[in-house]
């Protein structure tokens, strides 16, 4: 689209496939997309396409062939090979077609050389999700994406969908098949009255969408109110066990498959934060998901139920009430509950997407219900899009986890049974992300949805590969090699100059942007380091805290019950340490944090000097828009690093070991 950036699919990626000759086999609207990618592909470098529903053509270099053979696949899995100088890609579904095309155009051409190559890919997990916080009319405190930093939204704007929703919303699902994606949440799941009427009256707007997005195989799902019988119905309750409500939701739910008939069902915020739910009716959240699961079922239709439940009106003084014990507390009970079409959402962490916590205990705690796992894209809490922060690494560590201990046991990624989601970074900003190597995250969330154990640094070198097409440049190593240089250790870098060893938050109330070390401390909402002039920490174990180090497994309980086996960067999650602790990296907790502020600060400069260093190798736009971001997160990393380092400084009394200013 013209003034819209290409992200990972610019026309030279294709340029190895628009050179060539392609025969397509096979029928169906899926099929016409592929047909569609690469005849635009040969129209512009010169090559040929053919589609055939028989054997007899011979002349191609690259066959795409819709089958039937490949059933163990499934119908998104595809088998690439290599034979007598040609490329096949066969498939048993449409979709399976079309993702092995997009692996074609990552290969490049790689696809086109070497022979007896048999390659068979299938996603780990069926459904892989972008949750979009967006907001139909603009809210006075969120605006019109909660959460959100790349713009406005891609489907609201002004109260109602948008107006040129084919070719924007079309080009983002074409982004997201691309990467494996293949389900959308079109709002927040902070369901406002506004919103609320998407179910109903206003569903026509959510088939608007579905249509664009439905020919890159992206099925569209709709956070809904648990009110909303009462909200839209006109009931004087939503109890789950009401057969009128029960009545309603079903005659709702029939509506909106006669509209939307690949529909993929509905997700649920409830007793959160002050979302209505099933608590108020004295039933359970088993209860709650199962009236929705029985809508959506003749219709093969999933509800997915957000597990972010917990006490937001703590009191700060109540030491032995913890925040990061309430998902499992609230939900192991329940466990064999659930409706087999209902699916727990439980967020990677206990907490709230920190730059580092430990791995929700929840997950592999719930062996009879389906479960997915939600990481967040957006950068609420590692920079929101102004910072460089790829979180490929912190998502791989999450998901090759295994939480019942040792080499045998299932890990996050095997668990996942439910499927992979992720909060949306995305809205209507030219380059979709705010800041253009945001959009590494999106794609690395794709690409480790549809495999979960693969290396997140091969993957960056694919997005780099795709969307920066350094062969163009007559110097790809050197643009290649900075680019990777930018964002492989930017994770660690931002956590870094943050919040140190897990403790998490330290950041300005409300928006959650800059430092504020005790912005929270004081707060209701469960978030606090406990810092005092003799050390800093959260005691979670069982002997002497909370007791959430006992909700895992024992062998990982095991290893968090005590601060000399708890992994050092989880040290503060987990326990309250005296600052002369020492690390395992021989330094004290103190210097450590020091040290590590004074080293984030330089690890940006140095990525910044690195960035400029590409200018005339990276289009202009985007090394400009990158350029003004980094300015932003050298002044940003410098504030963290002087209120974290003259905070604990004082708190303390320790002087720097390296005797360095400290304000």
């Known amino acids: 689209m013209r003034g819209v950036d290409p992200a990972w699919l610019p026309d030279e990626a294709f340029r190895p496939i628009g050179t060539r000759r392609t025969l397509i086999r096979g029928s169906g609207p899926l099929v016409d997309t592929v047909h569609a990618e690469v005849a635009q592909a040969c129209a512009r470098f010169g090559g040929r396409v053919e589609r055939d529903t028989g054997p007899g053509a011979t002349a191609y270099d690259l066959l795409l062939d819709l089958n039937g053979d490949a059933d163990r696949l499934g119908d998104e899995g595809y088998t690439y090979a290599r034979r007598e100088g040609r490329t096949t890609v066969s498939a048993r579904g449409q979709a399976g077609l079309l993702y092995g095309l997009f692996h074609v155009v990552r290969l490049g051409e790689r696809a086109f050389h070497g022979e007896r ?112 019988p009462m909200v839209l119905g006109g009931l004087s309750t939503a109890d789950p066990l009401d057969e009128y409500v029960r009545g309603w939701w079903a005659e709702a739910t029939s509506r909106v498959y006669e509209v939307i008939p690949d529909f993929g069902g509905y997700v649920v ?39 972010f439940v917990y006490d937001h009106r703590q009191d700060w003084r109540d030491r032995t009430t913890d925040r990061a014990r309430a998902a499992y507390d609230h939900f192991v009970p329940l466990d064999g509950q659930f409706a087999p079409n209902a699916v727990l959402q439980v967020k990677h962490g206990p907490m709230d997407f920190q730059v580092r916590e430990p791995v929700s205990p929840l997950i592999g705690a719930m062996p009879g219900t389906r479960l997915a796992v939600e990481v967040q894209a957006t950068q609420e809490y590692t920079g929101q899009q102004r910072h460089v922060c790829w979180l490929g690494p912190m998502w791989s560590k999450v998901l090759r986890f295994r939480p019942a201990g040792g080499p045998e046991g299932p890990s996050v990624g095997e668990l996942a049974r439910g499927g992979l989601v992720a909060v949306s970074n995305v809205g209507d900003d030219p380059f979709w992300t705010g800041h253009p190597l945001a959009q590494a995250n999106l794609y690395t969330f794709g690409r480790l949805a549809w495999q979960p154990d693969a290396n997140p640094y091969r993957l960056l070198g694919e997005w780099i590969r795709l969307t920066f097409t350094p062969e163009k440049t007559g110097e790809s190593a050197r643009l290649e090699a900075g680019v990777y240089a930018v964002l492989a250790g930017s994770w660690q870098t931002y956590e870094k100059y943050t919040a140190p060893l897990g403790v998490g938050w330290m950041v300005q109330p409300g928006h959650h942007y800059g430092p504020s070390v005790d912005g929270y401390e004081y707060s209701p909402w469960g978030t606090y380091h406990f810092a005092d002039r003799d050390g800093i920490g ?6 002497t805290g909370t007791g959430y180090a006992g909700q895992y ?87 963290w690093r002087d209120q974290i380092n003259s905070y604990f400084s004082r708190k303390s009394g320790v002087a720097d070991a390296h005797g360095r200013r400290i304000y």
């Not at 967006?134 to 790349?150: F, K, L, W």
């Not at 409830?270 to 709650?288: I, L, M, N, T, V």
């Not at 959506?296 to 999933?302: D, Q, R, V």
Request: proline share 4%.
């Open 117 to 228: 190559q048999v390659e068979r890919h299938r996603p780990a997990a069926a459904l892989r999700m972008l949750d979009h916080w967006d907001n139909v009319a603009v809210h006075p405190v969120m605006g019109q994406v909660e959460r959100g930093y790349a713009g406005g939204s891609l489907f609201w704007a002004d109260g109602r969908a948008r107006g040129e929703l084919l070719g924007r919303v079309r080009a983002y699902g074409r982004l997201l098949a691309a990467c494996g994606i293949n389900a959308v949440a079109v709002n927040n799941v902070n369901v406002h009255e506004t919103e609320a009427e998407l179910l109903t009256d206003r569903i026509g707007e959510v088939a608007a969408i579905a249509d664009a997005l439905r020919p890159y195989g992206i099925r569209v799902h709709l956070s809904v109110t648990f009110a909303a």
């Open 538 to 543: 959260v005691d979670r174990s069982v002997a």
């Open 553 to 639: 497994a024992k062998a990982w309980a095991e290893v968090f019950e005590s601060p000399e086996t708890c992994p050092d960067e989880l040290l503060l999650f987990f326990h309250h340490v005296s600052y002369g602790h020492v690390l395992r990296s021989g330094k004290t907790v103190i210097q450590h944090i020091y040290d590590t502020h004074f080293e984030g600060v330089a690890e940006v400069a140095e990525a910044q000097e690195v960035w400029a260093s590409l200018a005339g190798l990276v289009d202009p736009a985007r090394h400009a828009r990158v350029t003004e971001r980094f300015e932003e997160q050298l002044r940003s990393a410098r504030e």
């Open 269 to 307: 915020k409830a007793d959160s934060e002050g979302q209505p739910g099933p608590f108020a009716y004295g039933r359970s959240h088993a209860d709650g998901a199962n009236m929705l699961a029985a809508a959506l079922e003749p219709y093969g239709g999933t509800v997915h139920w957000r597990a």
